[in-house]
């Protein structure tokens, strides 16, 4: 199973993308879905994660301005991102968590490939 990520891209300050991650296969139940990403020269950092029982949670410096939206059921999720700042700019990754569909048991977790967002002034 793959992640597909698309939708980074060159935008100006305060301007608007959105995010795409897919599986590729619907071999897993997946019941957590979030967006990390990582500047240069900075380590990785959780920016939205949403699950099948609980509302999205933000890192404070996107709060208000990011949304992320998932489908369970179509292994898809967003990431609409607003008014974006250069701070913001970074390389996305989509992370996926859930359980095997031949084997319930067995726990998979996923990266997808990263998409580069930049953010010009």
Known sequence: VQLVES???????????????????????????AWHRQAPGKQREAVAITT???????????????????????????????????EDTAVYYCNVAGNSVSDPSRQVELWGQGTLVTVAT
């Open 7 to 33: 939708g980074g891209g060159l935008v100006q300050e305060g301007g608007s993308l959105r995010l795409s991650c897919t599986a590729s296969e619907n071999t897993v139940v997946i019941n957590v879905m």
């Open 52 to 86: 099948r029982l609980t509302s999205p949670a933000y890192a404070n410096s996107v709060e208000g301005r990011f949304t992320v939206s998932a489908d369970f059921d179509a292994n898809t999720v967003h990431l609409q991102m607003n008014d974006l700042k250069p």
